[in-house]
């Protein structure tokens, strides 16, 4: 029960913890009062995925994006300098982007039409008198830009709070893996084509748990795991010298990760029986290319490693049988939007790539033989949780007594809720 | 009950290009099966080889699965992958199963060449659970092959013509 357990001296009493035990209180997924403060502690202050650079590849680009609840526009001037701005007009008020992408050296706002530049700028010019001469004198007619926008390794990331540390500080030791996803392809990653755009009638935070929870793969996951069987023709070609211990390792500030071997293709760079004698030959020779540039232990770690990485608080990069990067946010304590890509080495051939997206979907999103699973046992929860004055406390101490916790342990949930906890009770 | 032989297209049929109401027929009986959750006979109106795909909203009807994520590209084995997952108690997002009516309008022969065709119809699809409902709609592609003994699906396209899967979360039933 809640009253055995220490609360966080600074904490928000929602997260209490022993040396051998973990509870988090429902009521932190259920409660309108929780998620404001998750909103001034967390979304308001944190560093938040807008895009991958290979989204805008040339000058002019731009995408629409719904980030931390507002919606953005990420963009490159130009000359090529990327932005991100709020898309509203400084004059009423209208979104001046209203495609999802494009390329545009202007945006035009369609209610009035006042232009600017894609630097944001105030562009329009008006008949003598319309307005003072120094109309514009203080900015206010520009497009107001996002307090700060930076990029680690191909991923760019917003912040609403001006002071914020650096994005670098903030990744910790995220940003070892996010380099890892970068290190697949010698000329660099991309989004493909497609975003699965769904919802799940859920708390933002059960995605966050259940997006590396290596302990639930076997029962929720059965008839994925059975399909594979016949799938993969044969067992995967693990690489021995990294053993077959999946871990969990705390990256700081809330990130972290799970890392071990896969049981499916990598088709970076993972042979599996069913890709035939030519597939070997072609894993063979991305594995080669990854150990010339890379060395061999951070080639063997790219191509035998299956991660699930959580960047504090909703960026998921999953490089499992595809890669997948994931953000989610709350609209109502229990409803979430999510936004699912696919990442891939550019120029991949095509086979190669087909066979990539077949991974993807054989497993995850919204049509996949798993991730509607996912939604299933999420949506189960969140109902369950009308139980919550008398069934009140999730157990999160899986694998606590252990020195070095194992990736079906749930250590990295906890890096994950001490960070919540902290920055909600400052949000307090 | 529905059968395979009440497709209007059955056996023995004499040549030349179905009309629209046999076809009409073809695909309402594939959506009673669909709704009775008959998914071996469902399949079973599928030729061997056949795919089915669901590209993600918004998509391109020409969208191609080999560079653009979708959210179901079924080659044949993966389709009687889903089949049979469909039939588990592991499949645990349509466990118990959920109740659905496929309705089915605007069908129209696009194409007609030798023995095959492409239909296009437009569909509502809702589904039922946990005391929530959901609606998807759209437009589906079959590419039929005419039979001796019948009418079987080469290809089935289902394209979503809801701005995003917001709020279903999923396309766990068949569309
Ligand atoms: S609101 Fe944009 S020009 Fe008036
Ligand atoms: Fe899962």
Not at chain 1, 121 to 140: I, L, M, S, W
Not at chain 1, 187 to 202: F, K, L
Not at chain 1, 317 to 339: G, L, S
Request: glycine share 8%; with cysteine.
């Amino acid at each position: 029960m809640a009253t055995a357990f220490e609360k966080h001296p600074t904490g928000t009493g929602w997260v209490v913890e022993d040396h051998d035990s973990f509870r988090v209180a429902r009521t932190t997924f259920t409660d309108q009062d929780v998620l404001e403060r998750e909103r001034g502690g967390i979304f308001d202050r944190c560093w938040l995925y807008i895009g991958h650079e290979s989204e805008l590849p040339n000058p002019n680009d731009f995408v629409r994006r719904s980030v931390g609840g507002r919606d953005l526009i990420f963009n490159r001037d130009r000359k090529g300098d990327y932005h991100a701005f709020f898309n509203s007009c400084p004059h009423r008020g209208a979104a001046v982007v209203r495609e999802d992408k494009g390329s545009s050296i202007s945006f035009k706002c369609f209610y009035h039409g006042w232009s600017f530049n894609n630097n944001g700028a105030f562009a329009t010019r008006f008949a003598a008198g319309t307005y003072p001469d120094d109309f514009n004198k203080d900015g206010c007619a520009n497009l107001v830009s996002v307090p700060r926008l930076a990029g680690y390794a191909g991923f760019w990331f917003v912040n609403f709070d001006a002071n914020a540390e650096s994005l670098e500080d903030y990744l910790a030791g995220a940003k070892d893996f996010l380099q890892v996803v970068a290190d697949h392809a010698a000329d660099g990653m991309e989004i493909v084509g497609g975003i699965q755009e769904y919802s799940v009638r859920a708390n933002w935070k059960l995605l966050v748990e259940n997006s590396f929870d290596g302990y639930h793969a076997h029962e929720t996951h059965s008839t994925y795991l059975e399909y594979l069987v016949d799938a993969i023709g044969g067992p995967a070609e693990l690489f021995p010298s990294r053993g077959n211990i999946s871990r969990a390792y705390d990256l700081g500030n809330g990130h972290a990760v799970i890392e071990g071997p896969a049981p499916w293709g990598r088709p970076v760079a993972q042979w599996i029986p069913a890709w035939g004698e030519d597939g070997r030959e072609e894993i063979a020779a991305i594995y080669a290319e990854l150990e010339k540039r890379l060395g061999k232990e951070r080639a063997e770690q790219v191509a035998y490693g299956n991660r699930n990485l959580l960047i504090f608080p909703n960026l998921v990069i999953n490089d499992i049988m595809a890669i997948t990067v994931r953000t989610f946010y709350p609209e109502q304590p229990d409803y979430m939007n999510v936004n699912s890509w696919a990442l891939a080495p550019k120029g991949e051939a095509r086979h190669f790539r087909k066979r990539r997206l077949d991974n993807f979907l054989e497993f995850l999103g919204p049509g996949g033989f798993a991730t509607p699973d996912d939604v299933e046992a999420l949506e189960s929860c969140q109902r369950s949780y009308r139980n919550r004055a008398a069934a009140g406390w999730n157990d999160i101490s899986r694998g606590m007594l252990r020195d070095e916790p194992l990736a079906d342990d749930e250590a990295q949930m906890r890096a994950f809720w001490r960070e919540w906890d902290r920055r909600v009770a400052k949000a307090g | 009950m529905a059968t395979i032989e009440h497709a209007g297209v059955s056996a023995g049929r004499q040549g030349g290009t179905p009309t629209r109401s046999e076809i009409e027929d073809f695909l309402y009986l594939e959506a009673q099966l669909l709704d009775e959750w008959k998914l071996d006979e469902w399949l079973a109106l599928f030729a061997e080889g056949a795919t089915y795909d669901v590209p993600t909203t918004r998509a391109d009807d020409d969208a191609d699965s080999a560079d653009q994520l979708f959210l179901v590209a079924d080659d044949y084995a993966r389709l009687q992958h889903r089949v049979r997952r469909l039939k588990k108690p592991g499949a645990h997002s349509e466990w118990p199963r959920s109740r659905t009516a496929h309705s089915i309008s605007n069908v129209r022969i696009v194409e007609a060449e030798g023995d095959e065709l492409l239909i296009r119809s437009v569909f509502v699809t809702y589904r039922a659970k946990n005391d929530v409902t959901d609606c998807y709609f759209g437009h589906h592609f079959h590419r039929i092959r005419v039979q001796a003994d019948g009418l079987r699906i080469l290809s089935k396209r289902s394209m979503l013509d809801m701005s995003s899967l917001r709020p279903h979360g999923r396309v766990s039933i068949i569309v």
